[in-house]
């Protein structure tokens, strides 16, 4: 702490705030930390002024019923100082605000900077707010009124608010708050949504988990990480706790009727109770492998949530974060989902595709599982919510698959073409699909001939270990695994460990992702260190430049940039603020690289850079393209679709980078659609010479106009 500064360095209570300085000289600085639950309410007091010598305080920092936060005044130094009777009267007073919306669960630094004749405010380190003000310094000179001034939260204007308050300092000298901000800031401790594998996210945001039995139950996977305010995650060795509790209490799960914990954590195949297995946090990551024992319909059907907590931390809001709703169902009742795949293409040899336009929903789920079965023993994958809807055969048919946010990884993408594929000995672009030139996997376990057997005489550098491990890993665990691989492996190598995984899995796609890996990782960490040399965090707005550039580069759009929009969900979707660190970065990166790839190839680059129309409007989010859709008395009609890139798939998931149509259905609900651009145009020496995208788009039954995507600026 600045020796000429007064103040708590550690985490406390906002009620308990309280603070005695000298004003004499008509000029301080308070700065601090604020974090406000979501149980807050609003309007609110934050800091009230009080003077020795009189009875009343009044409001000095003060958020409205918008959020929104304001300087006030201060007594005896401002002629504009609020009424010390009305609590309420900072309104109708002159005072320094900003057009900052205060969010919840989430900290926030404030500086509040008091002059003789003008006040200041200052969040997250930028001047935002100031107000010029008549002073009463000079008529009030060596007044002791002047010297003693109190900053408190003291309460009593009927909202309840409740906060915490992190490095309250007040010093006397502005000019040592420079840079105050980013010195010691505190710390939160969230889920890296980017972590989480084997699991549905329904339309509600509800998290649909396959639970139960020992028999029935499966793994699903998540990381939780502790990162300061700027996102940098921070290296602390603590451990992390989950537990199971009722969605609207809030209260424990009871075990099962068999006397089993309800949330189990997997360590190398066997099963602990989650209380008994905590999980350490590795560089401020703490990776969790999890199953739930308890089914919501053995508790009356209620929601479930996942507590995370770092107890040696202490009982702070910060220290703990909590998972979506999770409904935990039985194998048996897959039924209840939301979706369904399409039917799978006949390079997985599914052939029994109907023809007709009405495909039955109940068959269509019997044969996925039956040739789950077979083929792929290994990869017991749950399959991310899919829409139960007709489809139909054509010639030349744009492939519609599952939908984004709940597709899982047993799809076809764009990410593979002949000038990004390592070669084979004979010169020719590697195809991933000559994984699947062999026979069929239903034949080749007739004959006995099992993915192992056929290839256990050949010997590659790459170990069958790690392409099982990677088969089996999370996409945390797969990130790591091709991070380490990817820096000395060859092309060569690179490729085979793309078509083995892709044999195993099933999969084409897990083999798209470690195609690009290499890549990937070169263009993002060089990228980095020109940015960055220091390796420190960067301004936002310097950094987004040079990522918009490399961006372009590698998308091949030099007649298109990011709009601001473009730019602005990509900070959203980081969580970046006012400062780029390394783990922004990355986040970054394993997302929109995949996307510039799909932009460049030949059948996506003329539609995005097609201005009319305009078939992609560019980044946005499910709900935006929901919202796009939706008129003022309902949905548009019938047929209208927009197309977007999917926010929740970043590298190395296998639908990174996919193109998703989402449209109208003729039942005037929206549907989710991967398109699976690879299938209709293929690669390499197997590319097929179709139609433009966009007619085969217009060809689909379900499909008959392009929707606008309206955007504010």
Not at 269 to 286: H, N, Q, V
Not at 364 to 390: C, T, V, W, Y
């Amino acid at each position: 702490m600045n020796s000429d500064s007064v103040g708590s360095e550690g985490y406390s209570l906002l009620k308990d705030l309280r603070l005695e300085i000298e004003a004499k000289e008509g000029t301080f600085s308070l700065c601090c930390w604020l974090y406000f639950t979501s149980f807050s309410t609003f309007p609110v007091t934050i800091i009230q002024q009080v003077y020795s010598d009189i009875s009343e305080s009044a409001p000095f920092l003060v958020i409205d019923d918008n959020k929104r936060i304001h300087l006030l005044p201060v007594l005896l130094l401002h002629e504009e100082a609020p009424d010390t009777g009305n609590i309420n009267s900072w309104a109708e007073v002159p005072h320094a605000t900003v057009d900052f919306k205060f969010p919840l669960e989430k900290w926030v630094h404030v500086e509040c900077q008091v002059f003789p004749d003008y006040i200041q405010l200052q969040i997250n380190g930028e001047i935002i707010g100031e107000k010029s003000l008549c002073s009463l310094l000079n008529e009030k000179s060596g007044s002791s009124d002047l010297k003693k001034l109190t900053l408190a939260n003291v309460g009593g204007d009927g909202n309840s608010v409740q906060g915490y308050v992190h490095k309250f300092e007040i010093f006397p000298n502005i000019s040592s708050t420079k840079d105050y901000h980013l010195k010691d800031p505190p710390l939160k401790l969230s889920i890296d949504e980017s972590s989480v594998s084997e699991i549905e996210e329904e339309s509600d945001g509800v998290w649909a988990v396959v639970g139960g039995k020992a028999s029935c139950r499966r793994n699903f996977s998540l990381d939780v990480v502790l990162s300061d305010a700027f996102g940098q995650l921070v290296d602390k060795e603590n451990e992390v706790f989950a537990s199971l509790l009722y969605a609207d209490t809030r209260a424990p799960v009871e075990n099962t009727t068999d006397d089993e914990a309800p949330l189990l954590a997997s360590y190398d195949g066997i099963e602990f109770s989650s209380c008994e297995r905590p999980s350490k946090l590795l560089l401020g990551r703490a990776s969790f492998k999890l199953k739930i024992s308890q089914l919501s319909s053995k508790c009356d059907n209620r929601f479930f949530l996942i507590r995370f907590c770092v107890p040696k931390l202490g009982n702070y809001p910060f220290f703990e974060t909590y998972s979506h709703p999770i409904r935990c169902i039985s194998r048996s009742r897959n039924t209840r989902l939301s979706t369904l795949v399409w039917k799978r293409s006949t390079a997985l040899n599914c052939s029994s595709v109907s023809q007709s336009s009405a495909l039955d929903d109940g068959s269509l789920e019997l044969q996925h599982s039956d040739h789950d079965a077979q083929a792929n023993p290994l990869m017991k994958r749950f399959r991310l919510g899919q829409d139960k809807i007709s489809v139909s055969v054509k010639t030349d048919p744009t492939t519609l698959e599952q939908p984004d946010e709940e597709c899982n990884s047993h799809v076809q993408t764009a990410n593979q073409v002949e000038n990004e594929l390592p070669r084979s000995s004979d010169g020719k672009p590697a195809n991933v699909n000559e994984a699947y030139d062999s026979p069929s996997d239903s034949e080749s376990i007739g004959e006995g001939n099992s993915p192992l057997n056929s290839m256990a005489s050949k010997r590659y550098p790459i170990s069958d270990m790690t392409i099982f491990k990677y088969s089996l890993a999370s996409l945390a665990e797969r990130s790591l695994i091709l991070k380490e691989i990817a820096t000395s492996a060859s092309d060569k190598e690179i490729l085979e460990l793309a078509n083995h995984v892709s044999h195993y899995s099933g999969c084409l796609h897990h083999g798209n992702q470690i195609l690009i890996a290499k890549r990937l990782i070169r263009d993002g960490t060089n990228l980095w260190k020109v940015m960055s040399p220091n390796n420190h965090h960067i301004p936002w707005e310097n950094a987004v430049y040079e990522i918009q550039e490399q961006f372009m580069k590698i998308a091949g759009c030099g007649s298109r940039s990011l709009s601001p929009q473009d730019i602005n969900l990509l900070r959203r979707f980081t969580g970046c603020q006012e400062y780029l660190t390394q783990d922004n970065f990355e986040k970054l990166w394993c997302w929109l690289y995949p996307v510039a790839f799909t932009i460049s190839r030949d059948w996506i680059n003329p539609i995005w850079n097609s201005t009319s129309p305009k078939w992609i409007e560019g980044f946005i989010t499910k709900e935006e393209a929901e919202a796009s859709l939706q008129g003022p008395t309902g949905f548009q009609e019938p047929g209208t679709f927009v197309l977007r890139f999917p926010t929740s798939r970043s590298w190395p998931h296998p639908d990174a980078g996919s193109l998703v149509v989402t449209y109208v259905g003729n039942d005037y609900k929206l549907h989710h659609r991967l398109l699976s651009l690879h299938q209709i145009y293929g690669s390499g020496d197997k590319r097929v010479d179709m139609k433009p995208l966009q007619d085969m788009l217009l060809a689909e039954p379900e499909l008959s106009r392009l929707g606008r995507i309206i955007r504010s600026h």
